[in-house]
C-alpha cells in the first residue's frame, strides 16, 4: 500500500517563498508519475505541477509557470514544490498523488492521494 505525506505548508506574505515536500512510503517513488494538486475553500481541485517517474519531465498549470518548480529525490522517495512569489490567490490545501494513468492535468489519472498541507497567503 502506497503512502503519501505532504509537509512544509504554512502561514506567509505575498512574494514570500514555500518549499513543500512529499514523502512517499510502500513502494519506491520510482515507480510513479507524480502530481502536485490544490483545492481552496468552496472551489474544486486543480492541478498545479507534475514529474516523469525520473525527473525528466515537468508540467505546470499556467497560473504557476515561472513560480513553481517541481522536482524529486528518488533516492529518497521524496517529491517537492518549490513555490516562490506566493500569492493571496495560492492560498489553498495542496496534495501530492501518485499517477497511474492518463494525463498529468486530470485529478482522475491518479490514484493514491496524501492529506494535504495547508498554504496561506496573506496580502
Known amino acids: 500500500q502506497v503512502q503519501l505525506v505532504e509537509s512544509g505548508g504554512g502561514l506567509v506574505k505575498a512574494g514570500d517563498s514555500l518549499g513543500l515536500s512529499c514523502v512517499v512510503t510502500?513502494?519506491?517513488?520510482?515507480?510513479?508519475?507524480m502530481g502536485w494538486f490544490r483545492q481552496a475553500p468552496g472551489k474544486e481541485r486543480e492541478f498545479v505541477a507534475g514529474i516523469s517517474r525520473g525527473g525528466e519531465s515537468t508540467y505546470y498549470a499556467d497560473f504557476v509557470k515561472g513560480r513553481f518548480t517541481v522536482s524529486r529525490d528518488n533516492d529518497l522517495n521524496v517529491v517537492y514544490l518549490q513555490q516562490n512569489n506566493l500569492k493571496p490567490e495560492d492560498t489553498a490545501v495542496y496534495y501530492c498523488?501518485?499517477?497511474?494513468?492518463?494525463?498529468?492535468?486530470?485529478?482522475?489519472?491518479?490514484?493514491?492521494w496524501g492529506p494535504g498541507t495547508q498554504v496561506t497567503v496573506s496580502s
Open positions: 498523488a501518485t499517477k497511474y494513468s492518463g494525463s498529468y492535468f486530470y485529478s482522475g489519472a491518479y490514484d493514491y
Open positions: 510502500g513502494r519506491p517513488s520510482s515507480e510513479y508519475a
